[in-house]
């Protein structure tokens, strides 16, 4: 603040009894973009110095503010009490980058295709459990082939993944393996996998007052399949 805006302030002389002031945002204007883009984000770029990396500044706080205001929307305007907010990061750079806040978040992950449980320890986990939020293997695959249309790989081993994951991972609540060629049945021993007991099939739950379904297939039907 300048001295000038300082003296004014100083030196003000209230001419009535009360003050009324309307907020710009959602009052004045139905909508904080103008804001948050033209006077919030470019005067944090430049107080901190960060024009050298402005463009991804820019793209962080907007990402936070959109997934603030939907969940404010979701929870408080449309009263949406039953959603759960997973926030899923890269297992590569920092993964709290685009964080939006404690306040926002129900669960965290990572997802990570062409990686060890080892390195998704190093660069992921360890960082987002200290948030002590329940922590999930968001999506995860194995590295493709070059010729992956051609030549799918077929020698992922599906035992060892969630061995290693409940040895080196015990505070993943669960883990979600992505499609096509990733998927469970065109890799090595689904079976292991299904069968761990560190693993929660469907036919494990209990129906909640539904009707219960089929079993699910086992890892070999369903490769048949």
């Not at 004045?28 to 919030?40: A, Y």
């Not at 463009?55 to 929870?75: I, P, S």
């Not at 129906?207 to 379904?213: H, K, L, P, S, V």
Request: one cysteine or more; a neutral charge.
């Amino acid at each position: 603040m300048t001295a000038d805006a300082v003296k004014a302030l100083q030196e003000f002389k209230p001419k009535k009894e009360f003050f009324v002031g309307i907020d710009s945002d959602g009052c004045v204007f139905d909508t904080m973009e103008i804001k948050q883009k033209e006077c919030f984000i470019p005067n944090i770029i430049k107080h901190w110095r960060l024009q050298a990396v402005s463009k991804y500044v820019r793209q962080t706080a907007e990402f936070v503010n959109l997934w603030r205001h939907m969940f404010d929307y979701l929870t408080y305007a449309k009263k949406l009490d039953n959603l759960l907010w997973i926030y899923s990061a890269s297992a590569r750079g920092d993964c709290l980058d685009f964080y939006p806040g404690n306040e926002y978040v129900d669960m965290v992950g990572v997802d990570s295709y062409g990686r060890t449980i080892a390195e998704i320890r190093k660069n992921g986990y360890a960082q987002l459990t200290n948030l002590r939020k329940p922590f999930a293997l968001t999506e995860f695959g194995p590295y493709k082939q070059l010729n992956w249309a051609e030549n799918p790989r077929n020698d992922y081993d599906y035992g060892q993944f969630i061995r290693e994951v409940a040895e080196q991972m015990p505070l993943c609540t669960s883990f979600l393996i992505w499609h096509q060629f990733h998927g469970l049945q065109f890799q090595q021993n689904a079976q292991q996998c299904l069968d761990h007991p560190w693993t929660v099939n469907r036919t494990d739950l209990p129906t909640f007052g539904r009707q219960a379904g089929p079993s699910s297939p086992s890892a070999g039907e369903a490769r048949k399949q």
